[in-house]
């Protein structure tokens, strides 16, 4: 199992849903691979002091979140060098085309500007094709936006192997839990949560290290509706925070929404809250033991890296023999 999270910003409540939980789940059941990918975030740009910063901070909140070094590589991707040399290989692979239709690019070329946004934007998901594929990945557990460039991944795998032999690299599916798939912005559940918008609004995003008075505070302010209680069909913004709550507390859609039936929003809401508070204490407190020991973090990142350079190396080589490198 392969997946990552870019150090891009602050983590939010749908990183912690879509991704990290169910990797912290499932960890017992696979091999585990998860990375930082800081060369995905240099595709938009970035302070340098503040890039490092973050990454030091998703590290701590990989392992706050319940990942166990003893059970998952936990690494840098730019501490493989693998990565970029397959990417490029897989760039060499994808017709323009296939890059050009990813929802991600368009929208976000769109709203940058065709001439502003920078060439690895539009490249990025060869560079992740090739996160998932030098580990032989089965599986990549990724929230529900993520899934065109999984279904990428397959193509470019599968067209390798037509073109070099079945085998040469390991086609991988994903895994895409119901639960919190896909947690919307508190201010606009028109559009998912992420962070970059949370660094500019920030009433979109509960942020994992949000203190409880915060994360109240935004709860309370979420949008609804006109409604005064909850009652089906529920607007956006409430289904989301159903879906949350239903989310933390491992229920349905359908329980939660029967747990709050002709319940005022104020009610949700202050439920909610609990929930979010209660399931972010005690990673919060583990972050903070994390952060006391930079060296050991540090000493984390930098054997899983040794380690995964070694499994990476043999994919690459396998790769490069195939199509034809010396
Ligand atoms: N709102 C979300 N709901 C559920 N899952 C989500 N993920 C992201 N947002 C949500 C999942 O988190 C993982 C890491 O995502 P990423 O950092 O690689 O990139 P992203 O999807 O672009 O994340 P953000 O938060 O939206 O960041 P920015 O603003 O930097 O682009 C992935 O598994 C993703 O599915």
């Known amino acids: 199992m392969l997946?990552?999270?870019?150090?891009?910003?602050?983590?939010?409540?749908?990183?912690?849903?879509?991704?990290l939980r169910n990797w912290v789940r499932e960890q017992d059941r696979y091999e585990n691979y998860f990375c930082i990918v800081d060369l995905h975030a240099l595709t938009v740009?970035?302070?340098?002091?503040?890039?490092?910063?973050?990454?030091?901070?998703?590290?701590a909140l990989y392992l706050a979140s319940g990942l166990d070094p003893a059970r998952c590589e936990i690494f840098l991707q730019s501490h493989v060098a693998a990565h970029t040399q397959l990417g490029w290989i897989m760039?060499?692979?994808?017709?323009?085309?296939?890059?050009?239709?990813?929802?991600?690019?368009?929208?976000?070329?769109?709203a940058q500007g065709r001439e502003r946004v920078g060439t690895g934007l539009f490249t990025y998901p060869a560079l992740m094709a090739a996160d998932i594929l030098l580990y032989d990945a089965d599986l990549v557990p990724?929230?529900?936006?993520q899934r065109q460039h999984i279904e990428y991944s397959r193509d470019v795998a599968q067209r390798m192997n037509s073109m070099y032999g079945e085998g040469t690299v390991h086609v991988p599916a994903p895994l895409i839990?119901?639960?919190?798939?896909?947690?919307?912005?508190?201010?606009?559940?028109?559009?998912?949560?992420?962070?970059?918008?949370?660094?500019?609004?920030?009433?979109h995003a509960i942020f994992m290290l949000d203190p409880p008075d915060v994360i109240r505070r935004k709860v309370s302010r979420a949008q609804t509706d006109a409604e005064p209680a909850v009652r089906p069909p529920v607007g956006a913004g409430v289904a989301n925070l159903l879906d949350?709550?239903?989310?933390?507390?491992?229920?349905?859609?359908?329980s939660a929404v029967e747990h709050f039936s002709s319940k005022p929003y104020s009610v949700l809401k202050s439920e909610t809250a609990d929930v979010l508070i209660?399931?972010?204490?005690?990673?919060?407190?583990?972050?903070?033991?994390?952060?006391?020991?930079?060296?050991?973090?540090?000493?984390?990142?930098?054997e899983s890296a040794s380690r995964a350079r070694v499994v990476a190396a043999a994919t690459l080589e396998r790769v490069q023999h195939a199509v034809g490198l010396l």
Not at 6 to 14: A, K, N, W
Not at 94 to 108: D, H
Not at 244 to 254: G, H, K, P, T, V
Request: a neutral charge; one cysteine or more; glycine letters at 10%.
């Open 3 to 19: 997946s990552g999270i870019q150090p891009t910003g602050s983590l939010h409540i749908g990183n912690y849903l879509g991704a």
């Open 45 to 59: 740009p970035q302070d340098p002091e503040v890039l490092r910063a973050k990454t030091l901070e998703v590290a």
């Open 91 to 110: 760039e060499c692979l994808t017709p323009m085309g296939w890059l050009e239709r990813m929802t991600q690019f368009k929208a976000r070329s769109q």
């Open 142 to 145: 990724v929230g529900d936006d």
């Open 177 to 203: 839990r119901d639960a919190g798939a896909r947690v919307m912005g508190l201010d606009d559940p028109t559009v998912k949560m992420s962070k970059s918008i949370g660094a500019a609004r920030p009433a």
């Open 244 to 254: 949350m709550y239903a989310a933390l507390n491992d229920l349905s859609r359908d």
């Open 278 to 302: 209660g399931a972010l204490e005690p990673i919060q407190t583990r972050y903070a033991e994390l952060r006391a020991d930079e060296a050991g973090l540090r000493r984390v990142l930098g």
